[in-house]
Each structure stands twice: as structure tokens, then as C-alpha cells.
């Protein structure tokens, strides 16, 4: 938008100056007459244009400042924003770290109880079926002998 600004009052300069060079040389005065004439204009062309200067070059450095703190406020705001993601990153993987173990310490638990559960069943069963030998032993002992 400054530059749309500056651009305007060039031309309106350059205009300005050529309208009144075009003026001056079509005017009815004598060449000493035009020639003051002509150094007047050219003088307030000078003092317009160093105005217009001091003017762009106050709006470029109060640009620059602005620029300079929206940067320094967003990349503090980026910070402040990735510590936060750092944060709750570091948060969720104690979590899962703890669910993990948690997990793995039930099932440990879990597979210790069912192992034990099946061991008993395995040795109850091996007692059955040595009671049953030992039955099905006698009762052929028993029909051998008579």
C-alpha cells in the first residue's frame, strides 16, 4: 500500500513539473523572466520532493519496526507454542510408557496364574489316570489269581 503512495505522488511530482515547464515555456515573458521562473519551480520541484522523501523514508522505518516486532512476537509465540507440543509429547509418552508396563505386568500376572492353573489340572489328571492304572492293575492281579 506504501508503495501504491509513493508511486501516486511521483507522478503527481513529475506531472506537476511538467505542467508548469510546459506553462513557463508558452507564457508571454522575457527569457530572464522564465529562466527565475523556471529556477523557482525547479527549487520548490527540490523542497517537494525532499518532503516526499523524509516522508516515505519515516514510513519505511516505522514498516520496518513494525515488521521487525510482529516478527519477534510470532517467533516468541512459535516457541512458547512448540515447548508446549514438546510438552505434551513428553506427557504422552510417559503415559504410554506406564500403560505399557502396566499391560505387560498383567499379563505376566495373568500367564503365571493360568500356568499354574494348568499345572494343577495337568497333575490332577496324572493322578487319575495313576489311580486308574493302579485299579485296572488289581483288577487283572485279581483275575490272573483265581
Known amino acids: 500500500m506504501a508503495d501504491n503512495k509513493s508511486d501516486f505522488l511521483v507522478g503527481l511530482l513529475v506531472g506537476g513539473a511538467l505542467g508548469a515547464a ?8 522575457s ?11 525547479g527549487d520548490e520541484l527540490k523542497d517537494k520532493a525532499g518532503e516526499t522523501y523524509d516522508k516515505v523514508k519515516e514510513q519505511t522505518v516505522s514498516l520496518a519496526a513494525q515488521v521487525k516486532d510482529s516478527s519477534t512476537n510470532l517467533a ?3 516457541k512458547e507454542s512448540a515447548e508446549q507440543v514438546a510438552s505434551r509429547v513428553g506427557e504422552t509418552v510417559e503415559k504410554v510408557k506406564s500403560d505399557v508396563a502396566g499391560g ?3 499379563v505376566k500376572s495373568t500367564g503365571t496364574a493360568e500356568a499354574n492353573d ?5 497333575r490332577a489328571e ?9 485299579s485296572s492293575s488289581d ?6 489269581a483265581a
Open 118 to 122: 494348568l499345572s494343577q489340572s495337568a
Open 139 to 144: 483288577m487283572v492281579s485279581g483275575e490272573s
Open 22 to 29: 510546459i506553462a513557463l515555456l508558452y507564457a508571454p515573458q
Open 31 to 41: 527569457g530572464a523572466e522564465t529562466r527565475e521562473t523556471l529556477k523557482q519551480k
Open 126 to 134: 496324572v493322578d487319575r489316570l495313576k489311580q486308574a492304572v493302579n
Open 76 to 78: 516468541a509465540s512459535v
Open 104 to 106: 505387560l505386568a498383567s
